[in-house]
């Protein structure tokens, strides 16, 4: 395995698991800092692979190859949350440095422990169950009303993982589906369908000292379970309900013993006297799209928020720059390769000079995050315009 080269005067190592285009875009900041980065990728034309110089190819499950990369390197983070407990536990007692620690990990990597965790600290969720048996889901629907949500806890993304069932005939088909051992073994999580006016997230950063900065709420916008834009601050949100929703962020981040960032996406809802409010649906912690907004919209972004967070530097000022920042996913399209990508963004360069483009390097896959696209303006429908004509110009979809 090819080590990291050490930078000279004692800056250290951060090694990330998995090479997506999250620790891709911790490369950025790193370089930056001055501090060293290296990615265990899964292969070598991994998005971060490609651009960090220490980038070792092996399986994020394997102990062996997890435990080498690790005791190179002076902290380890995550690019994702699905490295196996075990291999957690194995590195925390073999003294290497992890955050966020798998204590704290344990409540994004499984939904039903988060919602059962959550629901201990008080903070407003969904009506939910575990539901084992069949008759455990029928209960659940007959009691708060079909249809219903069902997750599978581990493993979902970008709304794979997630069904809507009109009835328990419908979830087992779904259960069918998606295959064996069916999820109802380990229990399934089941959700009443809130009736949500939009989507929220809380992003906040935390260190092991304890220091913690939250962003401004943002409003997040999903297209068929893939999170498409984020609006910077979330439009016209009520001051109280950004407050408390803040506060149930540092909450959270603070009890679960969070490290790094954490996103808490939630859905603002209708309270029972009609006043703005929130649950929270689910927890991720790493860099979270939902901040890639901070990257150019804040002054400072996400990734060199969670360096600094996993490494207990003190925290930078999350504050934005601009009134509004909206942040256009660019989702793989009708441009069939990257030098296509190219030429397009050469043309969104030259129309709009103050959009700024992001793309990771990745394989365009019809659906496929591959980038985004980044606009600060003092008008918010000006800037929605913007981020989304570029993204639709380099996803193929418009030709103009
Ligand atoms: P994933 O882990 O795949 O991102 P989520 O739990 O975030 O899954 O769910 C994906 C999307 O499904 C959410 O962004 C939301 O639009 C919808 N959704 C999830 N849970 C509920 C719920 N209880 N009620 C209504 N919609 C939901």
Avoid at 5 to 11: C, I, L
Avoid at 107 to 115: E, N, P
Avoid at 128 to 151: H, L, N, S, Y
Wanted: aromatic residues 4%.
């Amino acid at each position: 395995m090819s080590q990291p080269k050490r930078a000279p005067g004692g800056f250290p190592v951060v090694g990330v698991v998995g090479g997506g285009q999250l620790a891709r875009m911790m490369q950025g900041p790193a370089v930056e800092l001055g501090i060293q980065l290296t990615v265990l990728a899964e292969t070598d034309t991994a998005a971060a692979a490609l651009v960090v110089p220490s980038s070792p190819v092996g399986e994020h499950t394997d102990l062996d190859t997890v435990l080498a990369f690790a005791r190179e390197c002076d902290v380890v983070t995550f690019d994702h949350e699905h490295v196996p407990a075990h291999v957690l536990e194995a590195l925390e007692d073999d003294g290497v440095t992890i955050h966020p620690t798998r204590a704290a990990l344990h409540f994004a990597q499984d939904k039903l422990a988060m919602r059962e965790r959550l629901s201990g600290l008080g903070i407003a969720c969904p009506r939910w169950a575990r539901a084992t048996t069949a008759e455990e889901v029928t209960a659940f629907g007959d009691e708060i009303g079909w249809p219903v949500i069902a997750k599978t806890p581990r493993g979902g993304y970008d709304g794979k993982g997630v069904a809507l069932a009109g009835s328990a005939d419908d979830l087992a088909d779904w259960i069918a589906r998606i295959g064996e051992p069916g999820p109802l073994e380990g229990g399934l999580l089941l959700e009443e369908k809130v009736d949500f006016v939009r989507e929220l997230a809380v992003l906040i950063a935390r260190s092991p000292s304890g220091q913690a900065a939250a962003w401004p709420v943002v409003e997040t916008v999903q297209t068929d379970g893939i999170c498409t834009e984020v609006l910077a601050p979330a439009p016209g949100l009520d001051p109280h309900l950004a407050s408390v929703a803040t506060e149930a962020g540092l909450r959270i981040a603070g009890e679960l013993g969070v490290t790094g960032v954490l996103a808490v996406e939630m859905f603002e809802v209708r309270g029972g006297s009609g006043e703005a409010a929130y649950v929270v649906n689910e927890l991720a912690m790493r860099p979270h799209n939902s901040g890639h907004w901070s990257m150019d919209g804040a002054v400072t972004g996400q990734f060199e928020q969670h360096l600094r967070a996993v490494l207990d530097l003190p925290l930078g000022d999350p504050r934005p720059r601009a009134p509004w920042t909206v942040m256009a996913n660019v989702l793989g399209g009708d441009l069939p390769e990257h030098e296509e990508l190219y030429s397009a963004y050469r043309h969104i360069m030259a129309r709009d000079p103050g959009a700024k483009v992001h793309v990771y390097g990745k394989g365009v896959r019809p659906g496929r995050k591959i980038g985004h696209v980044n606009v600060s303006a003092t008008d918010l429908g000006a800037a929605r315009e913007r981020a989304g004509h570029a993204a639709d110009y380099l996803r193929g979809v418009i030709t103009e």
